[in-house]
């Protein structure tokens, strides 16, 4: 009886760490309107908020993005860190879009954001693109490549 007792321990001993050192969704550390990833690449993280204005309109902010594979002028590769776009998009006639300077250690990307709400607001799909100084290599110009992305409201 002991010794199911311990073994019992152990194995809850040993479901707690792996739960505990296994990684968790970017959705987990930001309490984001959307949530969701790059097409094909359930490594890559998009998220962003849909608020409202004082006149009612709305409007997308926080527009986050992270693990996203780009590819630089030398043939190297990389994934990108968490990038959160300044500033917001209006969202008219369940679209939004917008060019915005991501300012980051390394540099300042430009990225390029197209995005529509589906479904009663509860679905969203776009594409973006992160042009410029992705790597921590001094001088040298990456690209991700227009990336097709799909996210859910957080429920």
């Not at 001993?13 to 969704?25: D, E, G, H, Q, T």
């Not at 008219?92 to 990307?109: N, Y």
Request: glycine share 10%; net charge positive; with cysteine.
């Amino acid at each position: 009886m002991k010794a199911r007792a311990t073994r019992a321990l152990g194995v809850s001993l040993v479901a707690a760490v792996a739960f505990a050192v296994l990684p968790m969704p970017a959705s987990a550390f930001f309490e984001l309107d959307f949530n969701g990833s790059i097409r094909h690449d359930p490594d890559s993280y998009v998220g962003f908020n849909v608020k409202r204005t004082p006149a009612g309109k709305r409007k997308v902010s926080f527009f986050t993005t992270g693990g996203i594979v780009y590819s630089c002028d030398d043939s190297s590769t990389g994934r990108t860190q968490f990038l959160t776009l300044d500033g917001s998009m209006r969202v008219k006639h369940h679209r939004f879009k917008g060019k915005v300077h991501v300012f980051t250690p390394a540099g300042d990307p430009v990225a390029h954001v197209h995005g529509r709400l589906h479904r009663d607001h509860q679905v969203a799909n776009g594409d973006l693109r992160l042009v410029g100084k992705l790597s921590s290599q001094p001088g040298l110009g990456c690209d991700t490549g227009v990336q097709e992305w799909r996210a859910t409201a957080a429920s």
